[in-house]
């Protein structure tokens, strides 16, 4: 059995999805392979799986990329909705608003009356456009109703970079890759993405919290199959992923990552899929973002 992940390897994605394989390898007595096939949009990964045999031995580790892309994207070589089936989520993980350590920026409420008090003048950083960071800040953007610019950047160092030297006041960005250096002190979090506070940073608030209600942007990523993989091979790749998800040592790893381990129904990851693509391409619309 393998996983494909639309991401190169050592990344967040990569590693929940070895996490969860070296688990369900031992629970089925059975190799779980994870395989990299990096892509823009995950097309790659996708494309394979959707043209796989429907046998359940070839699975993808989808995520809201798949949600991004089908309103990114001008084609797509599948249907991310008829042509796959869900199985479970695997694990969400929380975005974070950070400023500079020096900034005399203290919560989202302060960054939002800089930003009114002078129009234009804030820059917001997130890594490419699409991502769902920087969707993340095109939504804060227009939930804050404030006029800012959101600035792209090719990685995460570069975002941070870009924070230490004053060229954006602001950034959105995945937990994972920050984490280290928001406990260090080198970056102020101001507030989390999420609907509820990251239990790692208890005292963060989250965005909606702070001055923008209704506000949620968060990554998730789950498994789903071939369209026409027969219910019992779903049902009992389901049952797998529950199980790995729930064991302790799996949940422990994962929250290290800033990602919480959560697994739930085929019905449940297909909801989550359907409503992610309905609230992303918005965003998209609203941003004028250039379908690629």
Do not use: C
């Amino acid at each position: 059995m393998k996983i494909l992940v639309p991401f190169a390897a050592g990344g967040v994605a990569d590693i929940t999805a070895r996490v969860l394989s070296q688990r369900m390898s031992e629970a089925m007595g059975q190799q779980v392979i994870v395989e990299n096939r990096p892509s823009a949009g995950g097309i790659v990964a996708s494309e394979a799986v959707a043209k796989a045999e429907p046998d359940g031995h070839t699975l993808l580790f989808i995520t809201n990329g798949n949600a991004v892309s089908a309103s990114l994207f001008k084609s797509l070589p599948y249907d991310t909705v008829n042509d796959f089936a869900p199985v479970s989520t695997v694990g969400f993980f929380d975005l974070v608003l950070v400023v500079d350590s020096g900034s005399k920026i203290g919560s989202v409420r302060e960054l939002i009356a800089s930003a009114r008090a002078n129009p234009s003048k804030l820059n917001i950083g997130t890594i490419n456009i699409g991502s769902t960071q920087n969707l993340a800040a095109e939504l804060f953007k227009s939930m804050a109703g404030i006029d800012a610019q959101v600035v792209p950047f090719k990685a995460t160092p570069a975002v941070v970079t870009a924070l230490k030297g004053n060229d954006v006041q602001a950034a959105f960005e995945i937990l994972a890759p920050v984490l280290a250096q928001i406990r260090g002190g080198a970056l102020k979090p101001l507030a989390v993405t999420s609907e509820k506070r990251f239990s790692g940073l208890p005292e963060v608030p989250t965005v909606a919290e702070s001055g923008v209600p209704g506000y949620q942007a968060s990554s998730w990523n789950g498994i789903a199959a071939p369209a026409r993989t027969p219910k019992g091979v779903i049902d009992r790749l389901n049952r797998e992923v529950n199980a790995a998800a729930a064991a302790p040592e799996v949940r422990k790893r994962l929250q290290d990552l800033g990602v919480e381990a959560r697994a739930g129904t085929p019905a449940a990851l297909g909801a989550l899929l359907a409503s992610e693509i309905a609230k992303w391409h918005a965003v998209i619309e609203r941003a004028k973002i250039e379908k690629q």
